[in-house]
Every structure is written in structure tokens, then in C-alpha cells.
């Protein structure tokens, strides 16, 4: 788990903004303790710009560059509360690094973390950061990510940072055949919901969870 002095901040930084960051979370109905915990103790600041440190604590997405977002704290939350109450959890896969705040968040709470990244520069920074972090059991991969990452595969649980059209078969059949969870946003703009497909064998049950707002998920790698 992400701790040490030098990773509090201080003013807009500081571990009394992050608790406040947990409370609205609480009002918004995160209960899992340890996704809190883990998201009080992670130095949001560290992967925004600099210029915008003083807002890395509120409730919102803000832009990271490449036309990409560092996600909501609420959206994090929920997804990964999502995939940790539908059975054990221990190897996943994330479709889209980007900043890696995300994938820092799951790194504290699952065994293994596998994560693709189709912008290299984004990809690059965040590797960079995990490093900084001590998040051991991150593994990477320059990507497409609609393909997934077949050699390592299946994995427990899938979790797409970003929204196709139409779920890629590529990720269906890389899930555990034995209850292998999808969370993923579908759709076009402005119309997009976060699905959760569960595995059993050959079948696919889907349960749509709610309404959301993700970049798209696009084909092949800059």
C-alpha cells in the first residue's frame, strides 16, 4: 500500500483533503472499507500536471493531455468496488492506463495488476510512476487495447478505462471461464452505461450498472 510522508502534500494536497475526498465518496454510497482506505492513502496530485495539483482531490475527471482524462474518484471507486464484491479477485486486466490512477488503486488491492496502454507517452509517465510508488505488481504493455493481452490471459476480472462502441470479442474470451468479470462502459457519446458481464463457461450473462461518461476506446497504438 502507497505510504510515506513524502507522498502527503500539503494545503490542497494534504491527507485532510483527501479525507474529505472519502466522505463524499461515503455519501455516495462507496462502502468498501478498504477501497477507501486505499483511496485516502494514494497521492492523487501525483498524477495530474502540476498545474492542476490543487483540484486532484476533487470528485471530478480533469484532462491529463492526449485528448485523455484522469478518471472521477467516484467512477474509480465504484468500479473497483464493483469487481471486488462479485467473488475473489487476484489477476486482472485494465484496458487503458492512462494516467495509472486507476491501476495504482487496484495494485493495492489485487494480487496482479496487467494493464495495456495504446499512447505511448502516457504509458511511459505512468510506468515511471509506479516505480516511485513501489507498485511491484504492475506489469505493462504498449498496445491495442481492444485486443487485450492474450499471453497472460484469462484473468479473474477485466476493467476497460474507456468506452467502445460494441464489446470486443477479444476481451470476452480472455475472462476466467469460471466467473470471469468484464466492467465496462459501452456506447457512443453521450449515451454510454457501465456494463458488468459475467462468465460461466461459453455464457455471458450482462448486467447494465449505470449511466457514464469515458473517452472512447480506439483501435491500434500512436
Not at 483511496?39 to 476533487?58: C, G, K, M, N, W
Not at 471486488?84 to 495494485?107: D, F, H, M, W
Not at 515511471?128 to 487495447?145: A, P
Amino acid at each position: 500500500m502507497v505510504t510515506g510522508a513524502q507522498y502527503r502534500g500539503i494545503g490542497m494536497t494534504s491527507q485532510r483533503t483527501r479525507e474529505r475526498l472519502v466522505l463524499r465518496l461515503r455519501e455516495r454510497g462507496i462502502g468498501n472499507e478498504s477501497v477507501l482506505q486505499v483511496i485516502a492513502q494514494t497521492p492523487r496530485h501525483l498524477f495530474v500536471d502540476e498545474a492542476l495539483a490543487s483540484r486532484s482531490y476533487e470528485d471530478t475527471a480533469l484532462p491529463i493531455g492526449f485528448g485523455q482524462t484522469i478518471s472521477q474518484p467516484y467512477i474509480v471507486a465504484r468500479m473497483t468496488e464493483t469487481l471486488l464484491s462479485r467473488g475473489p479477485v487476484n489477476k486482472v486486466l485494465e484496458i487503458g492506463t492512462g494516467s495509472g490512477y486507476q491501476c495504482a488503486i487496484l495494485a493495492q488491492l489485487v494480487k496482479s495488476v496487467y494493464s495495456v496502454e495504446r499512447i505511448s507517452d502516457l504509458l511511459d509517465r505512468s510506468r515511471r510512476l509506479f516505480y516511485q510508488l513501489r507498485l511491484n505488481n504492475i506489469h505493462l504493455k504498449y498496445t491495442d487495447g481492444t485486443q487485450g493481452w492474450s499471453e497472460k490471459a484469462p484473468f479473474d476480472a477485466i476493467l476497460a478505462t474507456a468506452a467502445p462502441k460494441q464489446i470486443p470479442q477479444a476481451l470476452l474470451q480472455q475472462l476466467s471461464t469460471d466467473g470471469g468479470k468484464l466492467l465496462i462502459p459501452v456506447g457512443a457519446d453521450g449515451s454510454q452505461a457501465l456494463s458488468l458481464i459475467t462468465r460461466q463457461g461459453n455464457d455471458y450473462e450482462q448486467e447494465i450498472l449505470e449511466a457514464v461518461s469515458f473517452v472512447p476506446m480506439l483501435a491500434g497504438a500512436d
